[in-house]
């Protein structure tokens, strides 16, 4: 977990951390498994003790972080709320 989380957030949140596919295109697939991680999460926070989702993230994972939030948005996802970055700001 990253040293820039806030002590309180880390002390009441159910943690989902991934990792993304690589594959024949290593710069496609972060997005969209991202998405479809952030996505289930979502639908089964109540199944996983939580009940709100929020995606957090430093340098490409910042980037990721806020697109996956934007797509949350866009999409109307169920739970999700929150979107913190370290870089990019």
Avoid: F, Q
């Avoid at 998405?35 to 993230?57: C, F, I, P, Q, Y």
């Avoid at 939030?69 to 996802?77: E, F, G, H, S, V």
């Avoid at 999700?80 to 700001?89: C, G, I, K, Q, Y």
């Amino acid at each position: 977990m990253s040293n820039s989380m806030d002590k309180s957030t880390i002390d009441v949140a159910r943690c989902v951390s991934l990792v993304a596919r690589l594959g024949v295109h290593p710069y496609r697939a972060g997005p969209g498994d991202c998405a479809a991680a952030t996505e289930w999460v979502g639908n089964h926070k109540a199944d996983l003790g939580a009940s709100n989702v929020a995606v957090s993230g430093e340098s490409g994972g910042g980037n990721l972080a806020l697109a996956v939030a934007l797509k949350a948005k866009k999409d109307r996802w169920a739970g999700v709320l929150d979107a913190s970055t370290r870089w990019p700001r």
